[in-house]
């Protein structure tokens, strides 16, 4: 998209807009952020649970990818509000660090809030790879 304008000598100039977000209905952008909430939620119980549990110490990977992907969606969210240009780029990491973090929690099934953390995780992660 481009358009032209002229400044007081009747110079002509060709000016580039970059359109922020059009593309992005209105119910794919809820749908994605309603993902990244429902993920940065479970991820902080995930970790905040985890931490109650008897041996933390294996669960350090996972507390701290917990924390990661919290705050990522929390951000990611942001961006996708603000309709950012740059938001497809942090929905692509979002969705590396979701898949990271699922793929951790996946180990500790035995665990509700792992599983329940894992799969906002995949879900998120299919929501940014759709958006972005």
């Known amino acids: 998209m481009a358009f032209k304008a002229e400044n007081n000598s009747g110079?002509?100039?060709?000016?580039?807009?970059?359109?922020i977000n059009?593309?992005?209905?209105?119910?794919e952008n809820k749908k994605v952020m309603d993902a990244l909430?429902?993920?940065a939620a479970e991820c902080?119980?995930?970790?905040?649970?985890?931490?109650?549990?008897?041996?933390?110490?294996?669960?350090?990977?996972c507390i701290r990818l917990d924390i990661d992907c919290a705050e990522i969606c929390s951000l990611a969210g942001g961006f996708v509000a603000r309709g950012s240009e740059s938001y497809k780029r942090v929905l692509k990491l979002c969705a590396e660090i979701c898949e990271a973090c699922a793929k951790e929690c996946d180990t500790h099934t035995h665990m509700e809030h792992c599983s329940r953390c894992a799969r906002a995780?995949?879900?998120?992660?299919d929501s940014c790879k759709n958006a972005a």
């Open 11 to 19: 110079n002509s100039r060709k000016y580039n807009i970059i359109e």
């Open 22 to 27: 059009a593309a992005m209905s209105h119910i």
């Open 37 to 39: 909430a429902q993920c």
């Open 44 to 61: 902080n119980h995930c970790a905040t649970a985890c931490l109650d549990e008897k041996d933390i110490m294996m669960l350090t990977r």
């Open 121 to 125: 995780c995949r879900d998120c992660a």
